[in-house]
């Protein structure tokens, strides 16, 4: 994965000595950033043309977790984009 070209590069374990495939991507982000970085990049400037009236989606793959809707018990650096989004939205 490369933050900065914006590429992520698939090997197939199966197939030695074949080049990996290259899927170029609005945005990537690893596990090494907070989900504050994720959050900044991502939902927040979605919301932001969605309350301008345009459409707009997010979605989040690969993290193996749910979030619910008000993320009960979490502190706010532990919540995922989309339920910051919701209480900054609604205050």
């Avoid at 345009?54 to 793959?61: D, E, F, R």
Wanted: proline share 4%; net charge positive; hydrophobic share 30%.
């Amino acid at each position: 994965m490369d933050r900065k070209s914006k590429e992520v590069r698939v090997r197939n374990p199966a197939a030695a000595g074949e080049p990996p495939r290259v899927f170029t991507m609005d945005n990537v982000f690893d596990e090494s950033l907070s989900q504050q970085v994720v959050y900044e990049e991502t939902c927040r400037p979605i919301v932001a043309n969605i309350i301008q009236g345009y459409n707009g989606t997010s979605v989040n793959t690969g993290t193996g977790r749910r979030e619910s809707a008000v993320a009960r018990g979490r502190k706010e650096e532990e919540r995922d984009g989309w339920t910051r989004e919701m209480r900054r939205v609604d205050s």
